[in-house]
C-alpha cells in the first residue's frame, strides 16, 4: 500500500446500530489524504454489511474480517495494515467533530514538531447533556494519569512508528490504550495537545462498561510507571468512594477540563 498521512481505524463487532454514523463522519472530510481500515471480529449482526456499502464511494478502504482475542488485538491488527505517518483510531460509535478535523490536524502538525499529537472530544455529561472535554498540556503528565484520568484514543493522532514498534499490550482488557501512552511518557515522547475538538465520545465505550476492570488495569499500569506517586492515586480513590466528596471533585473536574460546546465544535 502506498503512503498516506492518516490511518484512522475502526474496530467493530456486531455495531450495526453505530457504524454508519461512523463511516459518515470519515467520509465527509474535506482533507482526503487518508485511509480508512475497519476491523471487524467475525459480527454475527448487519455490521460489515453496512461498512461496506458506506465506504464503496471512498478510495483507500481496507477491510480485515477476523476472530480476534479483544479490542485492542483488533486495534493492533488494524496497525499492522496501516500506511499512514499517522494513526487515529475511532471505534464504532465514536465520530470525527465536524468535516474539518483532518485538515485542522495536517496544518498543526505541518507547524508543530511532535511525536503524538491529541485535541479535545465532545463527551455527554451525567445529565445527557454534552460538552467538550478539554485536554491541555498537563494531560500527557504522570500526574493527570495519577488523578486516574486518560487522554482519550479518540483525541490522539499518534506517530504510526511509535505504534508499529510498541503495539498495544494484550495482557490489558479495558487499559492498554493507557498503559501505552504511559510507556511514550517514560520514553520521554513530545505530546503536543492540539486545543480544538477532534471527536464525539459516546459514554457507553468500552471502558465504561467495564469499571471494575478499568480500575483495576488502571492501578497496575500506575505501579508500573508512576510508583512513587501511586499514594496520589490511592488518595483519589478513597475521595471516590465518598459521595460528598466525589461530588466536589467532580465540579472541579468540570471546571478544569470541560467547556461548553459551540456550533463550531471549539
Known amino acids: 500500500m502506498s503512503k498516506c498521512r492518516f490511518s484512522i481505524i475502526t474496530v467493530c463487532y456486531n455495531a450495526e446500530r453505530y457504524i454508519k454514523e461512523t463511516i459518515q463522519s470519515v467520509a465527509a472530510q474535506t482533507y482526503k489524504d487518508y485511509e480508512y481500515i475497519v476491523v471487524d471480529g467475525c459480527s454475527s449482526d448487519a455490521t460489515v454489511e ?89 494531560c500527557s503528565k504522570k500526574l493527570y494519569f495519577l488523578c486516574g484520568d486518560v487522554i482519550c484514543h479518540q483525541a490522539v493522532f499518534a506517530a504510526a512508528d511509535l505504534l508499529k514498534e510498541r503495539k498495544f499490550a494484550l495482557s490489558f482488557k479495558v487499559c492498554a490504550d493507557k498503559e501505552w501512552l504511559l510507556y511514550q511518557i517514560k520514553h520521554k515522547r513530545k505530546f503536543l495537545p492540539m486545543h480544538f475538538t477532534v471527536s464525539y465520545v459516546p459514554t457507553e465505550g468500552f471502558s465504561a462498561r ?39 471533585v467532580r465540579k472541579i473536574g468540570n471546571i478544569l477540563f470541560f467547556r461548553k460546546k459551540n456550533e463550531d465544535g471549539t
Request: charged share 30%.
Open 50 to 138: 453496512i461498512a461496506r456499502k458506506n465506504t464503496r464511494h471512498l478510495e483507500n478502504v481496507h477491510f480485515i474480517i477476523e476472530p480476534d482475542e479483544g479490542i485492542y488485538d483488533a486495534m493492533n491488527k488494524g496497525i499492522n495494515l496501516a500506511s499512514g505517518e499517522y494513526l487515529l483510531f475511532l471505534n464504532a460509535g465514536d465520530k470525527l467533530e465536524n468535516n474539518d478535523v483532518l485538515r485542522k490536524t495536517d496544518s498543526f502538525i505541518r507547524n508543530n514538531k511532535g511525536d503524538i499529537y491529541y485535541g479535545n472530544v465532545v463527551q455527554e455529561l451525567l445529565d445527557g447533556a454534552t460538552a467538550n472535554r478539554v485536554y491541555n498540556w498537563v
Open 210 to 248: 467495564h469499571v471494575d476492570i478499568f480500575e483495576k488495569e488502571t492501578y497496575l499500569c500506575l505501579r508500573k510507571y508512576c510508583k512513587e506517586g501511586l499514594w496520589i492515586y490511592q488518595i483519589v480513590c478513597g475521595i471516590k468512594r465518598n459521595e460528598r466528596m466525589k461530588g466536589i
